[in-house]
Nanobody, 115 residues
Framework: QVQLVESGGGLVQAGGSLTLSCKASGSTITLHPMGWYRQAPGKQRELVASITSGGATRYADSVKGRFTISRDNAKNTVYLQMNSLKPDDTAVYYC?????????WGQGTQVTVSS
């Protein structure tokens, strides 16, 4: 059973940057497509970025050009570089396989963007 631990969130002013990390343990994620998801208060969880095992990436329109997903297979870790942050980016951010592993959701990491 894979365990996913997200980190790197925090409070940042609009226009600022953060880099999130997702460390996997218990199983390798090397061969799996992975995604970063977020859930804002009162809203459903949404996929914001995904990366295949080969490194191909896709982004939600709302973050395209501002966020970059990457992976380090040697470290069993996925990253999300977030630039030009907006208040609308405020949410708890999670990583998981895409499509997701049921039951593998971690605690997430809170990102708060102040205006």
């Amino acid at each position: 059973q894979v365990q996913l631990v997200e980190s790197g969130g925090g409070l940042v002013q609009a226009g600022g940057s953060l880099t999130l990390s997702c460390k996997a343990s218990g199983s390798t994620i090397t061969l799996h497509p992975m995604g970063w998801y977020r859930q804002a208060p009162g809203k459903q969880r949404e996929l914001v970025a995904s990366i295949t095992s080969g490194g191909a990436t896709r982004y939600a329109d709302s973050v395209k050009g501002r966020f970059t997903i990457s992976r380090d297979n040697a470290k069993n870790t996925v990253y999300l570089q977030m630039n030009s942050l907006k208040p609308d980016d405020t949410a708890v951010y999670y990583c998981n396989r895409h499509p997701q592993w049921v039951g593998a959701w971690g605690q997430g990491t809170q990102v708060t963007v102040s205006s």
